[in-house]
């Protein structure tokens, strides 16, 4: 009856994502929780009552800013906010989190998500006057070898058009530089049958477009043996309703013909691959455990190369492992040339906590580490420049994501995962989440632009 009464004493929550998109469809999933518990989400620390961060520690820098983060906000707890930690820092560090940042009082690794209404529960009751001085320090944590569903029940999708499916967590191929198998542990998939329910729930929701998650989403093994990755890949497409199925990230020894083979067969699999190559020696990519050699990995370059549409593919490189000579460095720039990729995230390699690469020798100074880098990214933006040229008088089909209004322009997204951004004349304007034919007529090295063709 009340709505401002009730308003003033709804709990409220702040929650900020930092890291890869696993971790944002996580939030997604946080957030639906607790608007199920009764928390209502705003904008700014300032209006919260509890503020969340769901944290990424692939590298040192992103660890480094979840502390810095907290640190900045610290002086909010005289005012009775309540603050916690969730995601892979969370798991990393554990209870060594409420050492390093005495405010906190909830450490939450991505495992226990489910857990978290009873432990708001808790957290709630530590908010009694008697408990003020202490704070209460509560800990979702699990031993990472669970077989534990990662499934939660409410999700808030923050996109009405396209939405995340993750279909499996964690990774067994322990990279020698790599947190992921800690923080998120061990693989585990979701049965082919729920990952097709979840699809039909999106469609007749009006989701057209829907992007398959895992940090090996192509190491996907269906627990009831009904269906491969390209097998399920497929059976989404055909989900009445969708137009766009992506699926990110692949890991190249998983990488199948079939996979291939599915996106000829089923249009609605959107023309682009992520295929993370981390270096072009072999050499190198021994040394970090990748269980690939370069001519591998190039042998799926061209299975997808040789695919009826013509696909993009994108990739991820770390500079600067240990022992990475400036002879390996070059073989890793002429395979971008080999390649002709349509993007790369390129990273100088971090040395991470409980990773057998922390024992090598060789490291790498940082400012060499740092050229490496430079160099890399200039003749990356040099291959994108003419990669990119070629779209130009071509037609795309994008999906509408919004508008600039500062610029006028409408922003799209293409099959192959290209940005293109377009004027629309006169009284054809297109709506967001719609699709639409453009016109490409100029490019970037990161975009094109074009005009709405109708
Ligand atoms: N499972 C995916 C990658 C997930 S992590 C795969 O195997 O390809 C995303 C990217 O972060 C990696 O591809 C890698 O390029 C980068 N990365 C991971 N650990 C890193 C580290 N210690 N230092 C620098 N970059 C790293
Ligand atoms: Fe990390 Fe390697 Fe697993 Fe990818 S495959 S998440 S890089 S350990
Ligand atoms: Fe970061 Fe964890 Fe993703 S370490 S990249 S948020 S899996």
């Known amino acids: 009856m009340c709505g401002v009464g009730e308003q003033s004493a709804q709990k409220t929550f702040y929650l900020e994502t930092f890291g890869c998109q696993m971790n944002v469809h996580d939030s997604e999933k946080v957030v639906g929780t607790l608007v199920q518990e009764g928390y209502r989400q705003v904008e700014t620390v300032e209006q919260a009552d509890l503020i969340l961060y769901n944290t990424c520690s692939i590298r040192d820098k992103a660890e480094q800013k979840v502390f810095h983060r907290l640190a900045d906000f610290k002086k909010l707890q005289a005012q009775g906010k309540k603050f916690g930690v969730l995601g892979c820092v969370a798991q990393q560090e554990g209870e060594k989190i409420f050492e390093r940042a005495p405010h906190v009082s909830l450490v939450c690794g991505s495992a226990s998500y489910r857990n ?116 399920l890949l497929a059976a989404v497409g055909e989900v009445c309703g969708i137009r766009r199925v992506r699926f990110t990230t692949s890991h190249p020894r998983d990488f199948g013909r079939d996979i291939i083979e599915a996106i000829d067969a089923v249009p609605t699999l959107c023309d682009h691959v992520h295929l993370p190559v981390q270096s072009g020696s072999t050499r190198i990519l021994e040394a970090m455990q990748r269980l690939y050699a370069r001519d591998e990995y190039m042998e799926r370059i061209a299975w997808i190369k040789a695919a009826k549409r013509e696909i993009s593919i994108t990739t991820d490189v770390i500079v600067g492992f240990p022992g990475e000579t400036e002879s390996d460095f070059s073989e890793t720039l002429n395979l971008l040339d080999e390649v002709g990729y349509d993007g ?111």
């Open 116 to 231: 978290l209404p009873s432990m708001l529960v808790q957290l709630e009751a530590g908010k009694s006057p008697a408990a003020a001085t202490t704070p209460v320090r509560i800990t979702g944590l699990d031993d990472r070898q669970t077989e534990e569903c990662f499934e939660t029940e409410f999700t808030a999708r923050t996109n009405p058009h396209r939405g995340y499916i993750t279909i499996i967590e964690g990774c067994d191929k322990f990279c020698a530089y790599c947190v992921v198998p800690f923080t998120r542990g061990r693989e585990r998939s979701r049965t082919s049958e729920s990952v097709l329910v979840e699809a039909r729930q999106m469609a007749e929701m009006g989701y057209t477009e829907i992007q398959l998650l895992g940090q090996n989403v192509n190491s996907y093994r269906d627990p009831t043996g009904k269906k491969s990755f390209a097998e």
């Open 344 to 454: 790369v995230f390129s990273f100088k390699y971090s040395a991470r906590p409980n990773t057998p690469a922390l024992n090598l020798d060789d490291a790498i100074p940082e400012e060499e580490k740092s050229r490496r880098l430079e160099v890399l990214m200039a003749k990356q933006r040099e291959i994108q420049i003419s990669r990119y040229k070629k779209y130009v008088g071509q037609r795309c089909e994008v999906m509408v994501e919004g508008k600039n209004p500062a610029r006028g322009q409408w922003i799209g997204r293409t099959s192959q995962n290209k940005t293109l951004n377009f004027t629309a004349g006169g009284s054809q304007q297109p709506t967001v989440g719609s699709y639409a034919p453009v016109l490409v007529t100029a490019s970037f090295p990161n975009s094109l632009v074009g005009e709405l063709v109708m």
